[in-house]
């Protein structure tokens, strides 16, 4: 018995020997192979993971795990079926489109996580999507809050760089407020925004024009929910900011909002109020960006 032990000793001491051996005689070759093999099992554990996640589901098949494998371009086609007026409303391109539409945006954040789950959440719960109109200034304090907008699958507009009356800019300036926030979130995001809206509403000329060079869909809105003017001793914002809207609310509505804390309290509500009289949360990317 201690003899055998004694040789199986041996024999591991042997083996480790020769393992460490192969190591220092490994060529640069040979350690891609191995590196590109560990990447593999941890790619197959990271798998296995994802499954055990999804099996611990109830409500899941045995079939399940092979539904859960990462998706790649699966992302189902968003049909053009709206394009914008001339007085920023959304209109469908034919009569089989409904015209009970309205669009949901969000201006001058990212500031706050908290702000921003808060309205995402609720969006989630009413299956919207809405245009978050960043500030380049902004981004680049909260690159982290940008991406959270981006990975929670909302959308992103670009709002200017410094949240200035591009009007009274001159065309150099107006460029480079645009071209700043598209590259810093590009940066972050891995793409351009489509869709601009003028600080103040007050773009003029120039903007329009830089903005469509960029392929952008250039807008203010049609229908401003006054979040703005609110204060946080509001006794009852859900109820001023659904009386704000619905005093204007039409087909097509470009509703304005913020990233304001009594925007989040009252945006169920609001959602709630535009479902009950018949309307839907047009998807920013099923408008064209062609403006008609
Ligand atoms: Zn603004």
Known sequence: MKRQTTAFVLACTFLLSSCSNMNTATSDSESNQILKSQELEQSKITQKQTQKKGEELPTLTEESPKDITPEVNKEPKIELNYHMNSNYDIIPNNESISKKVVLLTFDDGPKDADMINGLIDILDKHQAKAIFFVNGYKVKENPHLLKLIHDREQIIGNHSWDHVVLKNKSEAEVKQQVKDVQEIVADITGEKPVYFRAPHGAGGDVTKKVTKDNGMLYMTWSIGSLDWEMKSTDSNPAATIIKNV??????????????????????????????????????????????R
Do not use: A, C
Not at 259 to 280: A, N
């Open 246 to 291: 619905t005093e204007q609310l039409h087909s097509g509505s470009n509703i304005l909002m913020h990233e304001l804390p009594w925007t989040v309290q009252s945006l169920d509500k609001l959602l709630t109020e535009l479902e009950t009289r018949g309307y839907t949360f047009v998807d920013p990317r099923s408008i064209e960006l062609q403006m």
